[in-house]
């Protein structure tokens, strides 16, 4: 019983919408699957519809005794408004795996369901972390140096210095658990790495980071995201979305190229089939699934978007990004952190301050 | 003598930069004799270094009788800061071959150099557009559509709804003569495509561009862009730059993994031999060098600036894009179009007036 107990206590509990994204909810329950293969001690809350769900439950023995099922009728749909979700949705499995963040059912939630609605009812059900003026979206851009987490991906269109520096501040803890880096290197996006370039938000912010304690190495630019020159790339939501969109939708052209490459002739078509295995083991590594898994870090609770699109293995790696955030505790990091710099920035201050004053009266300009 | 007065009245007289750029100056001169045998009737102005060209001429002979060489001795460096370029370069090549087109000696100019520098220069030397507040960077992004046109790509990192709308005017203008379109379809960039989606910026311009007279469809995203969805794509120099240079860096990390592909084993390499020239001809379609040739839209004046790293295929397409610009009198269209719209916009704005005026006549609630 005591042994019973102790293996209980250890679990990690974590909640799925099991309805939402194109491909729930098979790669949702199969996608559990995988991820329980990997870390044993979790335990799934599955929030979903019966009917739809049908006997998938039993087609994956090893989830048996490491889930709960609760029957909720009602899903969001992909092209609901957000708002209208909130005012219909108060019974979705969406809303329900949430609630269970909140109610301390579970340690956090996964869905790829509508980013719009989950983004709402997280901020509405959890509210933001203390201090946290904004909480953003933040996820890992693939590249062939590990991977670079970006944020804000969409949450904030308009920001201004402090959610920037605020962003800064969490996607460093971000990088810290999911990048495995214990001082991750910082970038903000710019459109030139010199400090005349860019707007007067991106030079306020730069002044803010420069004295933050952060490992802030100053500007980069939007080709610098696919070469990994830093692992943390801080920037508006207007920006980090439509750069993010453009990442994708560059590599969907490319590799539709690729495959019409192939197909112009007989010597190509060969030349494909005998690359074919090898060129797909190379592309894994910017494979969208192998990243699947952003945050919407600043919510009081941890609450992981994967892919609208993403298969089963695709969900069981965004299962497995709200394992290592919960086992990390990456809200109590960002607290700490936050309390740190806070501390240091207004000591900084103080100090200018200082320095100020005593300049005055040496000039004999003030007091 | 009538003959020949004739063919050089219309001889298209093109200046060129012989030394911006990394592959400056061969890629130049090699690209002018390239372009010189698609289009018979141009005729060159080169400026630049004797002592750096060497015998580069003659190895070019089809040139012969149709350039003029003028030695200037100084050039702009790449990474000379653009006020620095505009104070110490009065006699660069850069900036002889901007003054030929403000004193009619040239009808355009081309030149791979520093982006900054030449930008700022054209607009001292040229002045802007009668009406044109900001003039902006408009190219083509490579598609499977035949390219779409995307402005502003970085000289205005911050914007208003007006230059944006007067960058869709010019980038519709600059699409009809390089895409041939008759009337170009305009999307507005944002982070989604529901009229409620982004910043404030974006939907004053929206509401502009919906009166405009413009075949305007609305909001596209990130990877419309590579879809091709729309021939016209406008947004802020900001913006527009971070996106082109992650598509960029985008389709350079494919390219490498895929290479990388082709040399994991044996039978990937015999793969990759076999697939080569296919796939070497399909990813033509976006080769930068074919879409090379960036104009400065909205300057007084034809200044084309050609990619840093061109190579003598790029450069001559490059030359062939101010050929084009100039043959079809892009700034005389810009200026033509500039007229119709404020007037159709003005009108429309009398009639929103009078609608007020009687509606609240009508109320009693004014005159």
Redesign the interface.
């Known amino acids: 019983m005591n042994l019973f107990n102790n293996i209980m206590s250890q679990r990690i509990v974590i909640s799925l919408d099991a309805m939402g994204g194109a491909n729930a909810p098979r790669a949702v329950i199969e996608g559990a699957s995988i991820a329980l293969n990997k870390n044993p001690n979790l335990y799934f809350k599955i929030f979903g519809n019966q009917q739809l769900i049908g006997n998938l439950f039993e087609q994956f023995p090893i989830l048996k005794e490491n889930y709960e099922f609760i029957e909720t009728g009602t899903y969001i749909s992909d092209d609901e408004q957000p708002i209208k979700a909130l005012k219909n949705g108060v019974n979705s499995s969406m809303r329900k795996a949430i609630d269970a963040v909140k109610e301390n059912a579970a340690v956090a939630c996964v869905s790829s369901g509508n980013t719009g609605a989950l983004m709402v009812m997280a901020k509405l059900v959890l509210g933001e972390l203390p201090g946290i003026k904004r909480p953003a979206i933040v996820g890992v851009v693939p ?2 140096n590990g991977g670079t987490v970006m944020l804000d991906l ?1 949450a904030n ?2 920001c201004d210095e402090t959610n920037l520096f605020q962003f800064a501040l969490m996607g460093d803890c971000f990088a810290k658990i999911i990048l495995d880096k214990k001082s991750p290197t910082i970038g903000l ?1 710019n ?1 030139g790495v010199e400090q005349i ?4 938000i991106e030079k306020k912010t730069y002044n803010l980071l420069k004295k933050s304690g952060l490992n802030f190495i100053g500007y980069v ?7 990994g020159v830093v692992d943390v790339v801080v ?1 508006d ?3 980090g ?18 495959k ?3 197909q ?2 007989l ?2 078509k ?10 797909k ?3 894994k ?2 494979d969208p699934n192998v990243n699947n898994g952003a945050m919407f870090i600043g919510v009081n609770g941890i609450v992981v978007k994967s892919h609208g699109g993403a298969e089963a293995i695709g969900f069981a790696n965004a299962i497995n990004v709200a394992y290592d955030l919960a086992q990390r505790n990456i809200n109590q990091e960002i607290i700490k952190e936050f309390d740190i710099l806070q501390g240091e920035m207004s000591l900084g201050q103080n100090i200018v301050e200082k320095i100020k004053k005593t300049s005055a009266r040496i000039l004999g300009i003030g007091s």
């Open positions: 590249n062939l969409g269109a308009e996006l459109v370039k860019g707007r007067e630019e939007g080709h610098d995201l696919t070469k920037t939501g207007f920006s979305n439509i750069v993010l969109k453009t990442a994708e939708g560059t590599a969907r052209l490319l590799m539709q190229i690729m019409q490459g192939f112009n002739n010597s190509s060969i030349g494909g089939l005998l690359a074919k295995k090898s060129l083991e190379s592309f590594s910017v």
